[in-house]
């Protein structure tokens, strides 16, 4: 999604902000830019597709001296992916980044348009610099006018402005998209996450919702609707070695076979011998609940989905999921006996994050299950459970969902402990199981040269059924979006029980059935419903750890004590599958195509 970089100071502008948008790359973008303010000099450079077209434009132009700057990558929302619609937007003599979406900007734009002024791009954010030197040219103020602007601003928004007529300040505002100051010495930083200004900066502030105010001479002042405001920055980690690929082809590679050691990170301090401990929680958290909700999008929501299947069977409390998006407008009926939990990597996503704030309007205990510290969603929760996957850059989510997986998988069993619903023998299993999953997560050479063999055969055909039951089913959905999402090919994850009920109708040997046939779980169940498959000449890829003789392909799991640690071994089958079979369709694995890492509009 959209990504906004600044800087004031007398550094070198045009690298700081070229090498934080990089570092803001991997959240997908069509086009790129950056403006430039040094004086009287003033310079915007935009370019469409990847970074390393802005870089090439820029190859010629480096800026020295004090200055004022602002970048942005933009995935487009209003208007198509051109240079004209790409930020910054110049007015006369500013411009504007901007991230979210003005939902008022046709009624702005239409008033603007009536009084003589010409809009160049299709965008929402071109009417904020247009507004804003409206009410410059009438005061010359340029703070006054830059806050008249915003109060007219309806929708979500993070922006920067910059103008001629305050050559050395930065205005700024954040409303509901995610914006932090970084400071060094007197030099400020701004972005849209920490990642860009990292080693960098030393010291962070995240803009609370409703701020906004100026940064000049290295000081930030600070607004909110009560008027000046003072905040406390808070220190910056400088460690930026995660973000790299170690070697790997792509980061969704690394990725995934970072999980077997991140989901010992993910355990850590939370499982002792036969206790689960979340200090995170306090100990009166959960009383007088009576019922979960939990709430997310995509991959997110598949981790949702398999955790219903744990919180019933193990916590014998009532859970149920929603689709963030659809969520927030079925007018849901919500009781504060219900803990509202979220799951979300970036902790930005806009629907997870709007359904939090209205089960909160609500009255509602929140939960965050989050990969991100001080994202918003972790700001906007009552607790948090921190998936500690570190930074994830492939679009396409891997580590992020073997590790909420597993916190919801611990969450279950805390819940279960605390209210004194589960034997010690029980309990003693799922930690034996737990303790082993870093096991059944690790890629050995065999595993992924035997579907990078196998790829090969699932590159036609019209299309792809994963299919499973009980949690295998939302792993299937799983195993489907992986698919979908880097090969570009139809996939679709199905309860196996259901296939008789109409998509059995689609089976001929161009159909790619991908059966997820654990031993723990419903194994003659699944059997016959692949036997009904295989007898319509579909084409099986069966992953069971139990040989079985229809297969078309067979990948044989290790793991077969545990449907837990079952689950876990096939997810990396899935993955591995999904990454080969697109790595030989030559595909943009990190960043596939019209795909955002953080989805923060609507
Ligand atoms: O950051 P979040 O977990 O809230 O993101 C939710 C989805 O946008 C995300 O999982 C998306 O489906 C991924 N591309 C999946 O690989």
Redesign the pocket.
């Known amino acids: 999604m959209c990504g906004i970089v600044g800087y004031i100071g007398t550094k070198e502008k045009k690298e700081i902000l070229l090498d934080g948008l990089q570092e803001l790359e991997y959240r997908g973008y069509d086009s790129a830019g950056i403006a430039i303010i040094e004086g009287v000099k003033l310079n915007n450079f935009k370019a469409i597709g990847k970074l390393k077209n802005l870089r090439e434009k820029t190859k010629n132009y480096t800026s020295d001296g004090f200055g004022i700057s602002i970048g942005h990558t933009r995935w487009a929302t209003h208007g198509k992916p051109t240079e004209l619609n790409a930020h910054p937007h110049l007015g006369a003599y500013s411009y504007v980044v901007h991230n979210g979406i003005i939902e008022n900007y046709q009624l702005l734009k239409d008033e603007l348009k009536s009084e003589g002024v010409g809009f160049l791009s299709q965008t929402d954010t071109e009417t904020i610099v247009h507004l804003f030197e409206k009410y410059h040219n009438k005061s010359n103020k340029a703070f006054e006018a830059f806050e008249k602007t915003i109060t007219k601003l309806e929708g979500a928004y993070a922006t920067l402005l910059i103008t001629e007529a305050a050559a050395d300040t930065i205005f700024f505002a954040k409303n509901g998209s995610p914006m932090l100051i970084g400071f060094d010495k007197n030099e400020v930083y701004f972005a849209s996450s920490d990642t860009p200004i990292i080693g960098k900066a030393t010291e962070v502030y995240y803009l609370e919702d409703g701020e906004y105010g100026y940064a000049k001479e290295g000081k930030i002042t600070l607004f909110n609707s009560d008027g000046k405001k003072k905040f406390t920055k808070q220190a910056l980690t400088a460690n930026k070695a995660l973000a790299q690929k170690d070697g790997y082809r792509f980061f969704m590679e690394k990725e995934i076979y970072e999980q077997s050691r991140i989901i010992s990170e993910t355990m850590m301090g939370r499982i002792l011998d036969d206790t689960i401990a979340l200090d995170e929680l306090d100990a009166n958290f959960f009383d007088g609940i009576s019922a979960l909700k939990i709430c997310?999008?995509?991959?997110?929501?598949h981790s949702a989905l398999t955790s219903a299947y744990l919180f019933e069977r193990i916590t014998k409390i009532r859970c149920d999921i929603e689709i963030a998006s659809e969520f927030r407008y079925k007018e849901p009926l919500l009781t504060d006996d219900t803990l509202f939990i979220t799951?979300?990597?970036?902790?930005?996503?806009a629907d997870?994050l709007e359904a939090l704030k209205m089960a909160k309007r609500a009255g509602l205990r929140s939960l965050s299950i989050c990969n991100v510290d001080n994202s918003s969603i972790v700001r906007e929760s009552d607790a948090t459970i921190l998936t500690r996957a570190g930074i994830e850059k492939g679009?396409?989510?891997t580590k992020?969902f073997a590790t909420q997986t597993m916190v919801l998988w611990i969450l279950a069993l805390y819940i279960a402990q605390e209210r004194k619903s589960i034997s010690k023998e029980i309990l003693h299993k799922e930690v034996d199981a737990m303790i082993h999953t870093p096991k059944a997560l690790i890629v050995t050479d065999t595993l992924h040269e035997k579907l990078h063999r196998l790829s090969k055969r699932y590159l036609h055909g019209h299309g792809f059924f994963f299919i499973g039951r009980d949690i295998f089913f939302p792993l299937a959905l799983e195993g489907a979006?992986?698919l979908k999402?880097i090969s570009y090919l139809h996939a679709e994850g199905y309860p196996a029980g259901e296939m008789k009920h109409g998509p059995i109708a689609l089976a001929d040997s161009e159909l790619f059935t991908i059966a997820l046939m654990p031993k723990t779980m419903h194994y003659e169940k699944i059997k016959s419903n692949v036997e009904e498959l295989s007898a319509r000449d579909a084409t099986i890829l069966a992953i069971s750890p139990l040989p079985f003789d229809l297969a078309d392909d067979f990948i044989q799991t290790k793991y077969d004590s545990h449907p837990m640690l079952e689950f876990f071994e096939m997810m990396v089958v899935t993955q591995l599958l999904a990454l080969e079979i697109s790595v030989r369709l030559g595909n943009d694995i990190d960043m596939p195509r019209n795909?955002a890492?953080?989805?923060t509009v609507e």
Do not use: D
């Open positions: 997310a999008c995509g991959t997110s929501y799951i979300s990597q970036s902790g930005e996503t997870t679009v396409a989510s992020a979006l992986k999402e795909l890492k953080s989805v």
